[in-house]
């Protein structure tokens, strides 16, 4: 049997992870299961897959964590601390589900520990790509990409030589509002733009997902895990999210990566790599389908992706002011302080303000990636203020 953990279980990522863990309760042993406040669901999910230990990452969760294993045998715990500790404990793969910066120092901790890390923490890359790279090469851990984009890419490049790739092409669905009228967007709700047209995901990303800040991130998660030059890495919008990516070779060939928009194909891929297993996910049948469309994104209706290109031109830190102010940014749109058209804006402040104070030039820790966050999010909170509606 091999060990599993899965960090942040309760999101969708963790969900899907629970659903495929739970098919084959004869191959996996579980360790450890982290969540954030729904803590019902945590504990459903542990007594589900018999998990060693629960933790939540709100110590003031806790108690209602121990209520609701108690006589299970299964252990709990709570807060930061707990959380790397758990990715500590030995287990052959982990997924790291984590959203948020906060996923970075529990996977530095797996990949301390020399196993397989199941990256779906696009930060963790954004923020510290060199780092966490540093760090399983030094253990001898491997990262594997859970993203579907990343996964896409990985499996396109399975027997070829990274030096022969020319470029790389990633798709996005263009959001919620990727038909809406630009002079509409001013007035958006976090309501409409938590409904995605393709894909079932947690609130934060499908918003993500609308401003693109999901595809910003996953440009610079690109060029950090393939260590492709920012110039040969492109974005497409392909409204169908079928062709998931597309690496392109210096013959001129396209090799793309097709399936049914669900994330258990990447998860899947990852679980059983080096080998393929049946998934239960959705046969495409191409009649039906008929065509697949794409169409370039719009610089104006999407911003976010200029500001990628400057933290993968910028690198260093650049990468963690991005993330963190991009968050804070996130945060005041869907507590309804700013606009839909404000988190761009406030991005880009932060980064105005921050962009001299050498960013590409400082080393990547764990200390200077934090150092670097907190000051974005203070940055970007004070920009927030200011536009406060």
């Known amino acids: 049997m091999r060990k599993v953990s899965i960090f942040g279980s309760t999101g969708s990522i963790g969900c899907n992870t629970v659903d495929l863990v739970k098919r084959k309760p004869e191959a996996y042993r579980v360790v ?19 998990a060693e230990v629960a933790v939540t990452a709100y110590e003031d969760c806790l108690e209602p964590l121990r209520e609701a294993l108690s006589g299970s045998g299964i252990e709990v715990a709570a807060g930061e601390a707990a959380l790397c ?27 301390e520990q020399g196993t397989t890390l199941a990256l779906a923490n696009k930060e963790s890359l954004v923020t510290a790509g060199a780092l966490l790279k540093s ?7 491997r990262i594997l990409p859970v993203d579907s984009e990343h996964s896409a890419v990985f499996q396109g490049l399975v027997g070829e030589n990274i ?11 263009g959001g919620a509002f990727r038909d809406w009228p630009l002079e509409k967007l001013a007035a958006a709700t976090p309501a409409e733009a938590s ?21 910003a991130l996953e440009l610079i998660e690109t060029h950090e895990f ?8 492109e974005a497409i919008v392909h409204p169908e999210s079928l062709v998931h990516a597309l690496v392109g070779f210096r013959d001129g060939a396209l090799m793309a990566h097709v399936g049914p928009p669900d994330m258990r194909h990447a998860i899947g891929y990852a679980l059983n790599w080096p080998l393929r297993d049946h998934l239960p996910v959705e046969r495409l049948n191409l009649a039906e389908i008929g065509q697949l469309t794409f169409r370039e994104p719009d610089a104006a ?7 990628a290109r400057w933290v993968m031109e910028e690198g260093g830190l650049a990468g963690a002011v991005f993330n963190a102010a991009k968050e804070r940014a996130l945060d005041g749109f869907i507590e309804g302080r700013i606009g839909f058209l404000d988190m761009a804006s406030v991005v880009a402040d932060v980064i105005e303000i921050m962009s001299g104070e050498g960013l590409g030039l400082a080393a990547i820790t764990l200390d200077s990636v934090q150092q670097a ?6 940055r970007a909170d004070a920009v927030i203020a200011v536009r406060q509606r």
Not at 95 to 109: N, Q
Not at 198 to 212: F, K, L, P, V
Not at 301 to 307: E, N
Request: proline letters at 6%; hydrophobic letters at 45%; charged letters at 20%.
């Open 373 to 378: 966050d907190q000051e974005a999010r203070m």
């Open 226 to 233: 393939f260590d492709i030059s920012p110039d040969r890495i």
């Open 32 to 50: 450890a299961m982290t969540g954030g406040r729904n803590v019902a669901k945590l504990a459903s999910q542990a007594k589900a897959l018999k």
């Open 85 to 111: 500790e758990a990715a500590e404990r030995p287990a052959d793969w982990i997924m790291s589900a984590i959203v948020g910066a906060a996923g970075l120092p529990p996977g530095l901790k797996a990949l």
């Open 163 to 173: 030096a022969d790739v020319e470029r790389v092409i990633i798709t996005a669905s």
């Open 195 to 215: 409904s995605h047209p393709n894909w079932d995901m947690g609130q934060r990303i499908t918003i993500d997902s609308a401003t693109m800040f999901n595809k």
């Open 135 to 141: 760090t399983a090469a030094a253990s001898g851990a």
């Open 301 to 307: 209706r999407y911003p976010a992706l200029a500001q």
